[in-house]
């Protein structure tokens, strides 16, 4: 049932001794994917024997699939002015993104020998920051003008085919490029000839400025759900396209991001990356939260002779602040999940806080109820303590547990608004602050309530 | 620098007195998106009247771009023969989703009314688990013989391209409908007439059997960043195609479980779910993490007379607790994105531990080193200690915290990586048995190691 993995084929096929004209041809039967997970286990030899014998274009097609610095490292295996051609081929935005891996003097050299169209193009794409949705952009799309006729479309079309991939939607300018609207590839295709190309135009399709920031706009993207969106300067006029398969990479990104924030990562990581660059991802919130950490314990400073007088009760410290944390952490994550999918209203957040603040009443209620029988069976039977001593301690642990549950959600929901408000990523906002603020809660309500019935109301000592 | 938000607009054209003639061409011009988006802002009577208004396909669109359960709200507001003609144009997946949110007996009379090839489409679709990804295809897709000319190939897609909008790719059958290749829209158009057909197939396009789970597949559908993949039956015969669309969805869709279940979340939540719905969601692990809790508890109760002789040591156990949880959850996060993106070696696993463990040894060591020279100065200089003791005590800390992060590195990532091979969801892992686990260990180290130095070796008590 799995798909069959190409990878060992293909490379029986390079490693064979048959000429190049058969060799070329068979491999031109895979998908360029394959052929790009095929370079990386292959010697430098090998390699550059394949470069020989594929064309150009399957070349720049399978370069568009692998990772950019593998990318990288292969042209520098090529001679600067194949790599050039080579470059010249693909996608812009990978061609970008691949020139970004290579060093000043290899990357000024290449840019040299590029066409002088598709210089100008990475040099557009180059010109916005990274967090710019134009950085994202291709330029390879099918541009009509906006007062031809259907049969000119078409013949346009299939002149502008052979150079650019993107064909199935063909946007339209009016004069000085301003962007006007957007045409189907299949209404055009299924128009009689003297049909009136007005009428196949949308002239609401969306569009994104290049300056965008993508967070702003990558939700837009994704509800749109085209095959590209074509991208505007701040005249209007059309500079490229952002595509599906970018699209993808943008969503994916973009929950990685807020998935590894959440986590207390301060970046996303991979397998590759160096030991000092990990630590420094994860150092800065741990620093934080060990600040604030210390913060906590001043806390619990005062209670300590609470402690010591029902040492007892510092047991249940760890139950009742991992239950807050948790609890927490969820209403965090719901949060965050709902500000990223939609933009709410005053009323909607109030509604937000709501909800969660009576599902912590709820669960607490529930859980809390569950550990004053459970805890104090416990204290009774293990620890040998009387009966109304141990269910006066579970009580206590009970009702802490309740109280630390509803604010915790309240505080889990409150911050990242409070933190969206602010403009300051909401999904930062996870770990230290929220944590701190849960144990402070946590350990003030669940001291607070031994001391005050335990000690001060029924003089209790354990 | 905002795109324009077309919503007023377009209700002030609906709310306005113009014919329906003006009106529909007005609106025409709008994206469905649009138009799907003012939909609920819209009365029971306005929307009647744009039923009427608007044609067919118009709608088709519009409910395509609408939630599933919207979708099948206004479905009922509309008389039966209208909304299975409007179902009918829809792609067959948004269609079958929107089918699900139906009761059963107003199911069963749409699709009775349904055109019989679509009945048949949503029959297949409805056939396969929700988790499977033949659930998630569309049959809207262009499909040739093998045998044919580029010429009959082109007035085939013209022919189909009138009911199918995924015409990018076009999908090619050999006898008994098995696939055996695909052709790129753009090879076709700028092919001459005479050229073989055969020449333009990619013979290894990638393709997925309808009985794939989703998650097993998506990476996949990721990587070879098709606008549509088709999907086979077991027999090898093309069923249908996932559109780029759907790909953005599922994994729009996936991460945000992972991230869910990261969070404690059974699955994920949204704004509008009933109290009950969000409160069975979070309960189990909330459980779960009370009666792993207790069992903390326990061990804590243990070195009750640790803590009777030196309760200054029990103000810093939530501080230990909570850094050995956050370097545990983000060996956790980083794993899991590793485990998400690729399928590991043995030799890579190790690679992977043996890495966490190194950050965790090395942001211990400073972080260890950090807290031992701060707390010993904060017990002198706040708590009225003498020197030694202070620094006794926080050389414990310093110590527990740097054993507490190793451990926790590890455990962080072994426990999903084991997960995943035992088959179970590694996000699932996440909370209560790694917050156990690092809770335990941190419990141990630091009360351990306070008796056997403070206590044991060198007699103290404060």
Redesign the interface.
Known sequence: ?E?KD?TQEIIDIIRSNTSPAVMSSRLE???A??LAEVLKKLTVQERCKLYRILDKDMLSDILE?TEADEAAEYLKEMEPRKAAAILSGMETDSLAEVLRMLDKGKKRLLIDLLDDDVRHDIEVIASFDEDEIGSRMTTNCIIIQKNVTVKEAMSS??RQ??KN?N??TIFVVSSQQKFYGAI???DL??ARQDHPLEELV????????A??EIDE?IE?L????E?SVPVLD?DNRLLGVIT??S??EL??DE??E???K????TA????KEP?KE??KK??P???I??AL??V???V??VF?TV??QL??I??????I???A???G??S???TI??LMD?SLTGK?KA??VF?EM??GL??GG??GL??FV??GL?IFA??GKTLAFSYAVSACIGVALLLAMLISSAVGTCIPLLFKKIKVDPAVAS?PLI?TIN?LVA?VSYYGLSWLFLIELFHMAG
Not at 202 to 209: A, E, K, L
């Open positions: 049932m798909t190409y039967d895979y998908h994917n394959d699939y079309l299939i085919a052979a991939d064909i199935s189907d590839l299949k295709i299924i949308v002239t609401s399709y969306p569009y994104v400025y300056e965008e706009c837009r994704k509800d749109y759900s095959d701040n599906s398969s699209i993808i969503v994916d929950m990685g807020d998935y590894a959440l986590a207390g990562l996303e990581e991979d397998l030991l990990s630590m994860r150092m919130w741990l620093l939260l060990l950490g210390m906590v314990s001043s619990v400073g300590e402690v010591t040492p007892i510092m047991c249940f410290q760890s139950l602040l991992d239950m944390g948790n609890v952490t969820q965090l994550a719901v999940r709902v939609e909607q509604e937000l909800k009576r599902i709820c669960n529930l859980l569950m550990s459970l805890i416990y293990i620890k770990g944590t144990d350990v």
